[in-house]
């Protein structure tokens, strides 16, 4: 004869018809800010989570070129409020972006912030008095768009840039007297620079 505590195991839940109802869904964690800061010999991220009840760890990235990330250094969860220092002397622009790893294995990406370098500047034009119909510019990182907008932010001209960098040249078409928003779009980043159209 069995004892009556040996079929506890195998029964278990055998009521339970539906047991999808009773798994609890866990959001994943929401960065609500993300920046860095430059130091005399480092770079400080900052961020602010909410809901990390189901993360593994946070991943702070970096890239130099707005392509290929390497890891900055790993936070387990724990307060909400986080700062890392990523020690590094390299001046040049850096972007940055979290990786948050779930307890199932899972991970994504959030957005990213600029550190700009002090040796080369992110995205400049130049003269930002444009006459005629041409923008000069100089990029640090490769950039696939530019669009412009006019002062109330309507959309006046958009056009694929295929990810060129350094310095180049962008044809525009002829604009009216008055000032403008050109915005450069790339591999995860945007910048917005104001210029004006002098005639």
Known sequence: MFPAYSQ????????NTRPETTRQYVLPARITSLHVVRFNGY?????????EQDTRRFVAEYTTDGINYQTAG???????????????SDPRPMIYRLRIEKKDGSFYN??????????????NIYPTAVRGDVINAITAFPVE?????????????????????????????SLKKGVYWITFYGNGWNSTTQFVVAG
């Open 145 to 173: 768009r530019a669009g412009i907008a006019g002062i109330e932010g309507q959309s006046v001209f958009v056009k694929e840039l295929g990810g060129v960098s350094g310095s180049f040249t962008m044809a525009i078409p």
């Open 110 to 123: 959030t957005g990213t912030s600029l550190l700009d370098g002090i040796a080369e500047p992110f995205i």
């Open 43 to 51: 770079n400080e991220i900052q961020w602010a989570a909410v809901g």
């Open 8 to 15: 506890q195991h195998i029964i278990a839940n055998k009521d």
């Open 74 to 88: 790993e936070l387990i969860p724990f307060a909400g409020s986080y700062q890392l220092k990523h020690y590094t």
